[in-house]
């Protein structure tokens, strides 16, 4: 059993930087790939950016592309997504992920653990 608790949201001004992290309990997290997915107000939850259990192999959406970074620190059971040039659009709830791969984890029905997510809100 894995559970995930987001932190790091907030209100950020357009152009602005956020860093959301996610933290893992269990012993078995560094053996787990990890992604952030986020849902807008009336708008479906998608996959934003993840990264193999051991690092190296990441996945970015189209949208967030040379914006958004995401990196984890295994010892302290931590993911990370480093967010910079943020956009209004970038507003919504994100949520932390985790499955066996990261193709998994890009896959909203192959996800095995949630966090409850953290809002991000950017003001234009």
């Known amino acids: 059993q894995v559970q995930l608790v987001e932190s790091g949201g907030g209100l950020v001004q357009a152009g602005g930087s956020r860093r959301l992290s996610c933290v893992g309990s269990?012993?078995?997290?560094?053996?787990?790939?990890m992604g952030w997915f986020r849902q807008a107000p009336g708008k479906e939850r998608e996959a934003v950016a993840a990264?193999?259990?051991?690092?190296?192999?990441?996945y970015y959406a189209d949208s967030v592309k040379g914006r958004f970074t995401i990196f984890r620190d295994n010892a302290k059971n931590t993911v990370y997504l480093q967010m910079n040039s943020l956009k209004s659009e970038d507003t919504a709830v994100y949520y932390c992920?985790?499955?066996?791969?990261?193709?998994?984890?890009?896959?909203?029905?192959?996800?095995?653990?949630w966090g409850k997510g953290t809002l991000v809100t950017v003001s234009s």
């Open positions: 269990g012993r078995t997290f560094s053996t787990y790939a």
């Open positions: 992920a985790a499955g066996t791969t990261v193709d998994d984890v890009t896959t909203g029905s192959r996800v095995d653990y």
């Open positions: 990264i193999r259990w051991i690092g190296g192999r990441t």
